[in-house]
């Protein structure tokens, strides 16, 4: 019996420059808990900062609705 994708709920991403930071972003807003490292946590922070203006961006454009950022976010 193997490991089927739906028995994923959370990812972690190694790395949180701009693909880095990006894969999270997608994860999240497939509804998966993301664990974003990096080697300091100012990168990831940044990382973070970054995910938080692309989904301000999409919900700008009314591409994502406020409440899936902000589910994203979380």
Request: charged fraction near 30%; proline fraction near 0%; glycine fraction near 10%.
């Amino acid at each position: 019996m193997g490991m089927d994708v739906d028995d994923i709920n959370t990812v972690a991403v190694l790395g949180a420059g701009n693909m880095g930071h990006g894969i999270a972003e997608v994860a999240a807003l497939a509804g998966f808990d993301v664990n974003l490292r990096d080697i300091k946590e100012e990168f990831v922070q940044d990382g973070y900062d970054q995910i938080e203006w692309s989904l301000g961006k999409l919900a700008e454009k009314d591409q994502i609705t406020d409440e899936e950022a902000d589910a994203a976010l979380d």
